[in-house]
Nanobody
Framework: QVQLVESGGGLVQPGGSLRLSCAASRSIFSIYAMGWYRQAPGKQRELVAGIFSGGLTNYADSVKGRFTISRDNAKNTVYLQMNNLKPEDTAVYYC????????WGQGTQVTVSS
């Protein structure tokens, strides 16, 4: 079992930055993959960024060059640094851990608006 708690969402103006955190209830060192997904109203949940246990990362084309995913194994935490935010980044952001099963956090709202 893995419990995930996201934090760091909020309201930000276009061009601004936010850093999301995902704290896991157990060591993430051996977790195969962790990722950030988002779901906007009326849309399907989509992958934003992922990071594997070996450090390999992948990103959705829409966020490449603006978002960075990282992990701190000592703190059992995965981060998503989001820069140059756009209104279309508005969504609920979810953290996911892929271990013996898939585990999801409760989500954190990100709103990009002037």
């Amino acid at each position: 079992q893995v419990q995930l708690v996201e934090s760091g969402g909020g309201l930000v103006q276009p061009g601004g930055s936010l850093r999301l955190s995902c704290a896991a209830s157990r060591s993430i060192f051996s977790i195969y993959a962790m990722g950030w997904y988002r779901q906007a109203p009326g849309k399907q949940r989509e992958l934003v960024a992922g990071i594997f246990s070996g450090g390999l990362t992948n990103y959705a084309d829409s966020v490449k060059g603006r978002f960075t995913i990282s992990r701190d194994n000592a703190k059992n935490t995965v981060y998503l640094q989001m820069n140059n935010l756009k209104p279309e980044d508005t969504a609920v952001y979810y953290c996911k851990a892929t271990a013996e099963n898939d585990y999801w956090g409760q989500g954190t709202q990100v709103t990009v608006s002037s």
